[in-house]
């Protein structure tokens, strides 16, 4: 049972480049997230799903961009990165609207922008 | 909005020790809380969890009950072990979303 995969797990960046990482789920689970983490610091919420068409903004969206095409999928976007985009990136889903659902990680995609 | 606020540390105990790690929440409506560990290099992992007031949620040792009227989800181990080293985070979901506390450091030490 895969669970929910992230890649790339590790990526160098120059300053302006675009890219994006890649989150997949094989639970069937209708919602979805995006966190980063920096060093030291708790997650902060980038941007979250519901369901397939459907996306939303967390705490700090500024900088990035989500699709749901899919309810497997939910890529994050990154356009012109910037050196305060140096983080780790985690991916999670949870399966439905109740708050009592376990949400369930992906193992990071570690960011450098340099 | 949901938010929460986690005792900052590290916290450096000796095994054996007994473990408190504060946590208190601010939310509307009725959300659920959660304990999440991080091991170094690796995703959070589920420590345990409480769906609704007064419940108490477990898992190797580790214990946290659900108070509302202090709107509290303190974490406690009787007897930590080496093994027991990692961060903790405390978070709390809403219907929609979910909020991370920034974390605590545990070092266990022989």
């Known amino acids: 049972n895969a669970g929910v995969t992230q890649t790339p797990k590790f990526r160098i960046l120059k300053i302006g480049q675009s890219m994006t990482l890649q989150c997949a789920q094989d639970?069937?689970?209708?919602?979805m997230y995006w966190y980063r983490q920096d060093p030291g610091m708790g997650l902060k919420l980038i941007y979250y799903?519901?369901?397939?068409?459907?996306?939303d903004k967390g705490e700090v969206p500024n900088g990035y961009n989500v699709s749901r095409s899919t309810t497997e999928d939910f890529p994050l976007r990154l356009e012109l990165a910037a050196p305060s985009q140096t983080s780790v990136y985690f991916c999670?889903?949870?399966?439905?609207?109740?708050?009592?659902?376990?949400?369930?990680f992906g193992e990071g995609s570690w960011l450098t922008v340099v | 909005g949901n938010s929460v606020t986690q005792m900052e540390g590290p916290v450096t105990l000796s095994e054996e020790a007994f473990l408190t790690i504060n946590c208190t929440y601010t939310a509307t409506g009725y959300p659920s809380l959660f304990w999440y560990v991080q091991y170094p290099g690796e995703g959070l992992q589920l420590l345990l969890k409480a769906t609704k007031a007064d419940d108490k949620g477990s898992n190797k040792g580790f214990e946290a009950t659900y108070r509302k009227e202090t709107t509290s989800f303190h974490l406690e181990k009787g007897s930590v072990q080496v093994s027991d080293s990692a961060v903790y985070f405390c978070?709390?979901?809403?219907?929609?979303?979910?909020?991370f506390g920034a974390g605590t450091r545990l070092t266990v030490k022989p």
């Open positions: 799903s519901v369901g397939a068409g459907i996306t």
């Open positions: 639970m069937n689970h209708n919602y």
């Open positions: 999670a889903s949870r399966d439905s609207a109740y708050s009592g659902n376990t949400i369930y």
């Open positions: 978070a709390l979901a809403g219907n929609n979303d979910m909020r």
